[in-house]
């Protein structure tokens, strides 16, 4: 067992090393955990403990009785066998014994199962914070973890920490003073385990944590909080979970890689302008943290404008790339996005990229004239020349157990302006005409020039493309429909190309162009607009209520239906006459009457009988059969049986002998000289076997063996659901959905400039 809590090892140092410790706690306590860590940090996770919990809808989603599902799991591992689904069940298992695991944890380690066991424990962490960094002359990333416990519990820390050195700590080590300890066998990957303070930290480099605990004393050396991304996501929310990714970091990493490989001159410029992509994105960061109004993801890219991509800095902080209102989009809608549509720029920028390829080449390279020669279109008229800079999307229902939703998916509408619907127009024809063809190339390239073996015949279009011309209201809509649901429908309503998803859904975005109410005179979505900057680049509100009521009176549909499926699948692995992995159903009579069985040891071992079909062999049916009782079996254990035979074409069958049917049989295992059966063990089951030919007149020795694999006595115990308790089961995903419906809202959210940072938004309102 461990030390008592009055001499821990880890203070068992001198008295000097123990006052070096204690300078530096005064310092640590006022550092955020980004002070100590490295500052080429390439990835990082970080956590900040939050006062908010999920209330009321944590509560009423515990409410519901999910032991019920645990049970539909280990019955159908039990009736379908070794499946993926049998390691879900061994987790969850495993989650339910998880006292042992801490005994288990125990015996490793004295005084390890308790501490973790301890439910306290899941309030010890304050923040946590855990690094990836790379370097070009080591393969291995170095993973740091640094954590500020809560003070209440800090004893309890410093318990866990002296429990785990005195296990496992081989080598000590001192920096500043402050002992560091390795974990393990301080190989290339060593686990290295310090405290500062309130910090605690471990690492799988030993000079990562070294200089951590140098800037915990005050070093000025530079650290993640003083790195750019760093600080432009400070303006994220301070608690919840946190992500960021610097490209600027690995760029540095690629960059020093590259130097030590030597760079081909023609290459050069094409890394160059590599590295310059990747400093010029800077780095993402994210958060996602619960508010008292609801659940707000950030996220911000951290644009470095000097990093040496201009073009892509001038694309990600495009001030002038705003988005407008829909004014198309009809009142009643459940969701609308509204996003900046870059094409123009992005062709510029694709082609800066090919005029630094252009060179490596040997050629000047030219979007446009690349796609003149190679597909023969001119991509301004067919598309930049009147194609606009936004799409907007709308959700015109919800989700529903409405006909027509289930085969063509909740009405969806998307709306792009247009500098002249005669342009688009002509732009659609001319991409039509050239991009089908080239469609029909690439299939029939895949499938090796057969067309025989595809749904439709791509040589000819018209053969699997319904196009017809309807309209509504006096606007024309191209209607194109395939398949089993595809329906499309384009038109174009005032300076605005409408496509709708069915075609159907065009119709109401043209009454509201004709004067119908529209989404600006939507209460909810005035107010995801009133909330947002007066410039953004993208826009969205989704009336999450409404679809998840939807989503509920589509599932409670499907659970009767969903319920009588999954008892037939039942009914089908385990047949009628009890609950055994893998029998077939009604295999009819074996008739044992007057029939004497050879007793076979099967339990636990493996044998092999050497038989003979012959004349004295003649079963009630006038056929050729032995027969077999299987002894010393356990409940659980996994049996196989095969026959073969050099003569014979084997048929093996099992029999329950107390009901005297079949269970089971097989013929070819995979010819006719050999069969095979395997079974799982079931309580109060008296199993003959039967080795017989194929029709039953066949003549010849032939081979017996049977082998018995030790199992889960659990397993043969548990009985099928019954249709009662699979509702019960299958009506808990609809309940569940109807708890989130009747405590969530809305969602609205934004993108937007703001200086060198592009900043993303989303809140989900939601009633705790």
Known sequence: MNEPRSAPKRLAWSGGLFMATLLV?????????????????????????????????????????????????EAATGAFGERPLNDFTDAMQLFEEFDTAFDDLDSLCPGLGTIVSDPALLDLVDDALVTVSLSPFNPLPAITGFVRVNPELADTAAELQDTLVACFGDATMTQNGVPMFVLGDGSDQPLVLSSVGDVYLVGTNPEVVRAAIRLSTGSDAGSLLDTNLWQASSRLAAEGLGFSVSFEALADVLQNAAGMAGNATDTEALVAR?????????????????????????????????????????????????????????????????????????????????????????????????????????????????????????????????????????????????????????????????????????????????????????????????????????????????????????????????IGMPARAVEPLIDTYQGARTVLSNRAYRAAVAAAPDAVSSLTYADVATNLHGLYDLLDLAVQPLAAGVFAAFEGATGSIGFDSGFQQDLGFADLFGIEAQPLAAGGRSGLVAGDLGPEDVNNFGEYSDYYRLQDLNPGDTVTMVVTSDLVDTYLYLVDADSELYLDSNDDAPDTSRSELTFVVQAGVDYWIEVSSFGGAEEGPYRLTVTSEAGDPTMAAITPPTFGELLEILELFPQAVAVLANHIDRTEGYSQVDGTILYMRSMTYIRW
């Open 274 to 498: 590599g590295l310059g992509t990747l400093r010029t994105i800077g780095g993402i960061a994210g958060r996602i943290s619960l508010q008292d109004d609801g659940l707000l993801l950030e996220s911000i890219v951290a644009v470095n404008p000097d990093g040496g991509d201009p073009q892509l800095a001038e694309l990600l902080l495009c001030e002038r790339c705003t988005v407008s209102r829909p004014f198309v989009a009809p009142a009643e809608v459940t969701a609308v996005s509204s996003q900046y549509l870059p094409l123009r720029e992005l062709v510029r920028y694709l082609q800066s990229w090919l005029d630094d390829v252009g060179p490596a080449v040997g050629e000047d390279l030219d979007i446009r004239e690349l796609l003149r020669q190679e597909f023969g279109f001119d991509l301004d008229v067919a598309l930049l020349d009147w194609i606009g800079t936004e799409v907007h999307t709308v959700t015109l229902e919800p989700f529903s157990p409405n006909l027509r939703s289930l085969l063509y998916q909740p009405a969806t509408a998307y709306i792009i302006p247009v500098s002249s619907p005669e342009q688009a127009r002509a732009g659609l024809d001319l991409m039509g005409e050239r991009m089908l063809p080239i469609l029909a190339g690439i299939f029939e390239t895949m499938d090796g020039g057969n067309f025989g073996s595809l749904p439709f015949d791509m040589g000819a279009l018209d053969s699997f493309l319904a196009v017809r011309e309807t309209s509504y209201r006096g606007v024309k809509i191209q209607r194109i429909q395939a398949s089993f649901n595809l329906d499309i429908g384009i038109a174009f309503v005032g300076n605005n190309m409408v």
């Open 25 to 73: 706690i005064g310092t640590v306590m006022a550092q955020p955990l980004a002070a100590l860590a490295p500052a080429d940090s390439i990835v990082t996770l970080s956590h900040s403990a939050q006062d908010r919990g999920l209330g009321s809808l944590g509560a009423d989603l515990a409410a519901l009785d999910w032991s019920k599902l645990g049970g539909l799991l």
